[in-house]
Nanobody
Framework: VQLVQSGGGTVQAGGSLKLSCAPS????????MAWYRQAPGKQREKVAF???????NYEDSVKGRFTISRDDGKNTVHLQIKSLKPEDTAVYYC?????????WGQGTQVAVSS
């Protein structure tokens, strides 16, 4: 199974982006999923999480600006980002918590210019 990401790019501060992530094959079991990001010279950090009952939580710095969502009954997730800040610049990774392992997407660059 691979997680395939789309979206991302370069935007001006204050702009918006939408990232998407889907498995390369259909998975019948719903899994918890998350978005992480890694800025240059920093550790990877989790920014948004969605559980199997669609409960969500967010890292403090992105609350109110990032929204994680899932297509109904699927392991396809999206990250809507608004009011982008230069400090949001990072490579964003989606993640799926499988039964026995964690799956990662290939990463998508988000660059925010001031």
């Amino acid at each position: 199974v691979q997680l395939v990401q789309s979206g991302g790019g370069t935007v001006q501060a204050g702009g918006s982006l939408k990232l998407s992530c889907a498995p390369s094959v259909i998975i019948s079991v719903l899994n918890a999923m998350a978005w992480y990001r890694q800025a240059p010279g920093k550790q990877r950090e989790k920014v948004a999480f969605i559980g199997i009952t669609d409960t969500t939580n967010y890292e403090d710095s992105v609350k109110g600006r990032f929204t994680i969502s899932r297509d109904d009954g699927k392991n396809t997730v999206h990250l809507q980002i608004k009011s982008l800040k230069p400090e949001d610049t990072a490579v964003y990774y989606c993640c799926m918590y499988g039964l026995n392992r964690v799956y990662w997407g290939q990463g998508t660059q988000v660059a925010v210019s001031s």
